[in-house]
């Protein structure tokens, strides 16, 4: 207080806040004034007009009432025998002459294919894979030291691996599904 001002019964001199308290204080104000700010902000829309307008005989499209499934729902589904050869083609899978080893067919639940190559050179290869199931394919590939893939393929798309036989061997398939699926591999010489 000055030495010469005059008190008012009642009043009190404004006292000092610690520099910790305004800092929050500033802290609450400014969110406080962020988040009006940003209530009132929220209610505007923004227009957007290019000029373009739909002609004068342009009809509407009828509502649509239902959802339609997707047209590539069955995609996954397998096919049969009679259609196995058109499935290779297209996800392909199909032969030629620098394939070394194929192999393909017809899974029903739970059964198991076994097969195997003939005894191959020293070298490198690509293996590709794939499968048509509505469920993932277990393929298991091993040459007499290891197991050189052992994958779960999600269905629909195909798998490229390239391996390396130090040595020549023979390499054993093993596919397995847990619904019925189609399945495919084969070897390519790099």
């Known amino acids: 207080m000055l030495p010469h001002a005059v ?26 004034g962020a988040l009006v700010a940003g209530g009132a902000l ?7 007009d290019d ?3 739909p002609g ?11 959802a339609a499934p997707s047209p590539e729902w ?6 049969d025998e009679a259609h196995l050869e058109d499935w290779l083609q297209e996800s392909q899978m199909g032969g030629g002459p620098e394939v070394v080893h194929r192999g393909f067919g017809l899974l ?11 005894v191959l050179p020293e070298g490198t290869y690509v293996l590709a894979l794939a499968c048509r199931s509505q469920r993932r394919v277990n393929f298991t590939v091993r040459n007499a030291e290891a197991t050189l893939v052992n994958l ?21 398939f093993r596919v397995e599904a847990s619904s019925a ?10």
Not at 43 to 48: K, W
Not at 181 to 190: E, Q, T
């Open 7 to 32: 008190s008012l019964p009642g009043h009190r001199p404004p006292r000092k806040l610690p520099p910790r308290t305004r800092a929050r204080a500033a802290v609450a104000l400014w969110t406080t």
């Open 42 to 48: 929220a209610g505007c829309e923004y227009m957007y």
């Open 51 to 53: 000029g373009w307008r």
């Open 56 to 66: 004068q005989d342009a009809t509407a499209a009828p509502p649509a009432t239902q």
């Open 74 to 79: 069955w995609r996954d589904d397998p096919v």
């Open 108 to 118: 029903q639940a739970l059964e198991i294919h076994n097969g195997a190559t003939a």
């Open 152 to 172: 779960s393929l999600r269905c629909g798309s195909r798998r490229e691996n390239v391996i390396y036989l130090a040595d020549e061997s023979a390499l054993t």
């Open 181 to 190: 699926a189609n399945f495919a591999y084969r070897i390519i010489r790099s």
